[in-house]
């Protein structure tokens, strides 16, 4: 329903002038999905500043049938953050919420508000010589609320886990209001369900994330990093086994970069620079880690380059020798997400696979796009270490860009029903929100899909929480 003028100022009497927002171009930057695909309205932005606040903010929701869209850094690709189109919707942002309520260094824990931004959560741990290892390309702006909403993965997925596997305790605000505390620094607790779990990765379907304890790990002291060009995907899931089996656990990043995505950067990145002297079809972004300073990686991945050229599955590399040239060997794929608006439309999907089928997956994807639209140029890149792949089509040089990105949702079926037919994920980091809801029953089981909903009925009987997304 609508909220009346009475409704709205008793939102606005709980969390005050600041944090009630309703004149449209206040309310903008909330509305828009950061690659435009999505535009709603609201009756109104709120913005409370404590758990108390959102609390209270969902009573009144759950009183009167209002619907709630909870929002954190904006930065989710899924539409999962915006509000529908009808205008009648409240938007709950948790910018406000941005404490770093305490440090545990003997618990190695950190607990903190949920809107605090990744980067704001890993210096602190940085300040107690701890490391916070979830690392994404929008860390200044994302907030740990939302990655623990959406289950974000990152760089690091491969050694550290996704985001679900970094939190200890959740303290979550319910459709009705009520607080639940489960901010526990436990890593062993076997009495019952594991609740917090039914959170993680829900996009705000079933409460309210407002506050985290995060798992904290000994601060590394020795990294090494490598580019190195290899000749196929299937020769850099082979180094993968090797590195890791030279490194014995040590390997934290293994992410797949194509020659399109070298050229995109570098041709629109001021400053980037191809590491290697001639080009490569593909590459692979290696970094190892140790919390010894004499930890003998170089000499680690110094033996993993070798023992891969000498197997073929290596043509080039160079080995970082600054922590300039480290940054320099990220940016090539840290841009390589933004880049991409430069070369014109880009159709995005967000998949994994099993690792052995890597190869296989993006050979059969890049085939059928580009059977369907001559010159369209796959863009295949990212956390191949986990089977998480980017794969991202790039509209043909010269296309209409309106007319790429109306092909969207058949491209989107045709590299899902690859995915599917490999037993894979057509959500593999970003979600499911409003752009794959409609398309998940076709991956997941009946059985699974009746699961999800009794949840969303049990915990959200009015359905006022983020109506329309994931189930």
Known sequence: MKPTPEILQRLK???????????????????????????????????????????????IAHETGVHVVPQGGNTGLVGGQIPDESGEEILLSLSRMNAVRGIDTQNNTLTVDAGVTLAAAQAAAREADRLFPLSLAS??????????????????????????????????????????????????????????????????TLGIITGAVLKLFPMPLSVETAFAAVPSVEAAVKLLRVADGLAGG???SFELVP????????????????????PYPWYVLIEMTAGMEDARLAETMEAALAEGLDQGLVSDAAVARSEAQRADFWRLREALSDV????????KHDISVPVSRMADFIAQASEAVTARLPGVRPVPFGHIGDGNVHFNLSQPVGADKAAFLALWGEMNGIVHGIV?????????????GRLKRDEIAATKSPVEMAAMRALKRALDPKGILN?????
């Open 259 to 278: 020659r399109i995505g070298v050229e995109f950067v570098t041709r629109h990145i001021e400053g980037a620079s191809d590491p290697l002297a001639e």
């Open 250 to 252: 040590q390997v934290s």
């Open 139 to 204: 860390e200044g702006s994302c907030q740990i609320g939302g990655n623990l909403s959406t289950n974000a993965g990152g760089t690091q997925v491969l050694r550290y886990g996704n985001a679900r596997d970094l939190v200890l305790g959740l303290e979550v605000v319910m459709a009705n209001g009520d607080v639940w505390d489960g901010l526990t620094g436990l890593r062993k607790d076997n009495t019952g369900y594991d609740l917090k779990q039914i959170f993680l990765g829900s996009e705000g």
């Open 467 to 471: 109506p329309g997304k994931v189930v």
């Open 13 to 59: 009497d709980v969390v005050g002038d600041k944090g009630f927002v309703v004149e449209e171009a206040d309310m903008a930057p909330y509305l828009v999905e950061r690659r435009e695909l999505y535009r709603g309205r609201a009756a109104a932005v709120v913005r409370p500043a404590s758990t108390a606040e959102v609390s209270a903010v969902m009573r």
């Open 420 to 432: 599917r037919g490999m037993g894979g994920s057509i959500s593999a980091e970003h979600g499911v």
């Open 340 to 347: 991409q608006r430069a070369e014109g439309g880009s159709i």
